[in-house]
């Protein structure tokens, strides 16, 4: 059973109603003659092996889906090889939403499906405004993403969960293999708020927003966790995108570079750590923050919490370098606990940063720090770090 409709209203109100896939689809790329697998089908349309999409709608207004789960059943397929630009880029979505208008999706339960639980995308005509909410939702163990936004204007994602895409099934996984992608390839992505959401435990990053032309991005306690043999918790490198309270477990990375603040990327009021997985993996990286050369990056009363890890590395532009040109950390507590930096190893790496209020604490007190105006920094007890604008930081 699927649906793939055109309509000016429509309510999909299902009574917690469950569906499941067949056993035994094929999910790849296979020869077309024997129907056997092939390692790689490229774009050749006569070896695509597609499941199709569970809910596809087109061009419609004023929607709702509500009280479903559907289980894509992703163990039971027989997986052909990849085909498209990488993974298996071909069609199994549990919802594949295009060009509509007026969106409500709730309380849907998507797992297991071959590339996302859920798309959403828009043309620039006839429909560039989405208005399109996700709430009280769960995507998981997608062999892709949890979900793709590829266009539109007005996407509101609230108590929704985003977790162990990539796990789904043995030799299932399709990069991005992110948690949430933000994917510009229709109309351009603006204005979308997450609210309340959890993106755990994804084989690629737990949030993405690397490709095409998105900004405007607002996210309020929200839960990120990356772990190794995984991705960044946080991969983000377009315009005025705003984190706050919320919490960030395992390694960040990026940013949006710019000389004008509004455009910057910020972090307020959050939480960074890095806790070992259930399983005890750890973070993707050396560093909880790996930042480099990223004007205006900015982190105002956060915490960071080291204990498995090497606490950061953010390196601006340099002291010769305007004040516009460099990261920004205001009012924030540093706890080292960690001794992942041996004797004078480096732990933290602090250039072209402006410091104000900043105070940092650490256990294993033999590591240099540095700042790229006043040299190397050592480790000696308490000091303070004057910053450019001559504003004294007691660091203790």
Same mark, same amino acid.
């Given at each position: ?26 999910? /790849? ?37 509500? &009280? ?27 919802? +594949? ?8 999706? #709730? ?8 590339? +996302? ?20 939702? =769960? ?51 603006? +204005?979308?708020?997450?609210? /309340? ?12 927003? +690397? ?14 966790? /990356?772990? &190794?043999?995984? /991705? ?24 949006? %570079?710019?000389?004008?603040?509004? !455009? ?8 960074? #750590? ?17 930042? &480099? ?8 009363? %956060? ?5 498995? =890890? ?6 601006? &532009? ?10 920004? !950390? ?20 602090? =250039?072209?940063? =402006? ?7 650490? %256990? ?14 050592? %480790? ?17």
């Amino acid at each position: 059973m699927a649906f793939k409709v055109t309509l000016n209203q429509f309510h999909c109100i299902f009574n917690d109603v469950s569906f499941r896939y067949l056993k035994g689809l094929r999910f /790849g790329s296979f020869d077309p003659t024997t129907g056997d697998a092939i390692a790689w089908g490229g774009t050749d349309g006569a070896t695509r092996g597609d499941i199709g999409s569970f809910i596809t709608m087109y061009n419609s207004l004023n929607i709702e889906i509500s &009280n479903l789960e559907i289980d894509g059943n992703s163990p039971t397929m027989i997986l052909g090889g990849g085909w498209g630009d990488v993974g298996r880029q071909l069609g199994h979505d549990a919802i +594949d939403l295009v060009g509509n208008m007026n969106v409500l999706v #709730s309380n849907i339960h998507a797992h297991h499906f071959g590339k +996302d639980g859920m798309q959403v995308g828009t043309y620039a005509n006839p429909y560039p405004v989405l208005n399109h909410t996700v709430q009280d939702c =769960r995507f998981e163990s997608n062999g892709r993403q949890g979900m793709s936004w590829i266009g539109g204007t007005g996407l509101r994602v609230l108590r929704s969960s985003f977790n162990h895409q990539g796990s789904g099934a043995p030799g299932l996984n399709s990069p991005p293999g992110a948690g949430f992608d933000v994917e510009q390839e229709m109309a351009l992505n603006r +204005d979308a708020y997450f609210e /309340g959401n959890e993106f755990l435990n994804n084989a690629g990053c737990q949030f993405v927003a +690397d490709s095409g032309d998105s900004a405007g991005i607002y996210m309020k306690n929200n839960v990120l966790w /990356g772990v &190794n043999g995984g /991705g960044w918790s946080w991969w983000v490198v377009k315009p005025d995108v705003v984190f706050t309270d919320g919490q960030i477990f395992g390694s960040t990375v990026h940013g949006y %570079s710019t000389t004008n603040y509004s !455009l910057s990327t910020r972090h307020f009021h959050t939480y960074f #750590s890095d806790p070992l997985w259930y399983d005890g993996r750890w973070t993707v990286s050396d560093f909880l923050l790996n930042i &480099n050369n990223i004007n205006m990056l900015h982190y105002e009363r %956060s915490t960071f919490i080291t204990t498995w =890890r090497k606490p950061m590395w953010s390196s601006g &532009n340099g002291p010769e370098y305007p004040l516009l040109q460099h990261q920004i !950390l205001y009012s924030n507590i540093f706890v080292n606990i960690s001794d992942a930096a041996g004797q004078w190893d480096y732990g933290y790496i602090i =250039r072209g940063t =402006r410091v104000k209020g900043d105070r940092l604490e650490w %256990s294993f007190g033999k590591q240099h720090f540095y700042a790229a105006w006043g040299g190397n920094v050592d %480790s000696g007890g308490t000091f303070g770090v004057t910053s450019p604008d001559n504003t004294t930081n007691q660091w203790q």
